[in-house]
T-cell receptor, first 114, second 111 residues
């Protein structure tokens, strides 16, 4: 079975641009979470979606938005990019959004903002 | 700010030595998860602990959840070079089932 997939793998943007990152969860998983990981830090939670509804939002500005589609895939959008948005963006899927939510991470999208 | 603290940040060991990383929260956690991230890779789920005082073992790895559910530890016995990576704890601090990750402990094993 395929794991979590993310696209693109790498991305280079300039300040002020916007970016869309994509994630396909493991088949059967209905919950998708997005994380930002800066070098030397742990993943920081951005959003969680379950059954196409937003279940949680981390401490990120409104420039960050996301959505989940009927097939449970998800997009993360970031507008008006800043240099500080350069990071590894990780998507994680899980069966549910409950306590037994073992998360399976994708390989990530490495975003560089110049 | 980060509500889940993890120490140490780095740990160098000789192959065969033991290794322990500690995770602490100022608030009671509903559960705690541990992940391993190899250099250049993505976090991989290791285990979840839910009950107060819970201890779980996976071969050479021992995970503990404190009685007060505010701290946790991961102990590796007789490290091997394959253990190299960063170990993260992730606690559910608000009962929202959304884990808050610690900063991680990077384990370097010298052969």
């Amino acid at each position: 079975d395929a794991g979590v997939t993310q696209s693109p793998t790498h991305l280079i943007k300039t300040r002020g641009q916007h970016v869309t990152l994509r994630c396909s969860p493991i088949s059967g998983h209905k919950s998708v979470s997005w994380y930002q990981q800066v070098l030397g830090q742990g993943p920081q939670f951005i959003f969680q979606y379950y059954e196409k509804e937003e279940r949680g939002r981390g401490n990120f500005p409104d420039r960050f938005s996301a959505r989940q589609f009927p097939n449970y895939s998800s997009e993360l959008n970031v507008n008006a990019l800043l240099l500080g948005d350069s990071a590894l963006y990780l998507c994680a899927s899980s069966l549910t959004s409950g306590t037994s939510n073992e998360q399976f991470f994708g390989p990530g999208t490495r975003l560089t903002v110049l | 700010g980060q509500q889940v603290m993890q120490i140490p940040q780095y740990q160098h060991v000789q192959e065969g030595e033991d290794f322990t990383t500690y995770c602490n929260s100022s608030t009671t956690l509903s559960n705690i998860q541990w992940y391993k991230q190899r250099p250049g890779g993505h976090p991989v789920f290791l285990i979840q602990l839910v009950k107060s005082g819970e201890v779980k073992k996976q071969k050479r790895l021992t995970f503990q959840f404190g009685e007060a559910k505010k701290n946790s530890s991961l102990h590796i016995t007789a490290t091997q070079t394959t253990d190299v990576g960063t170990y993260f704890c992730a606690g559910d601090v608000g009962g929202s089932y959304i884990p808050t990750f610690g900063r991680g402990t990077s384990l370097i094993v010298h052969p």
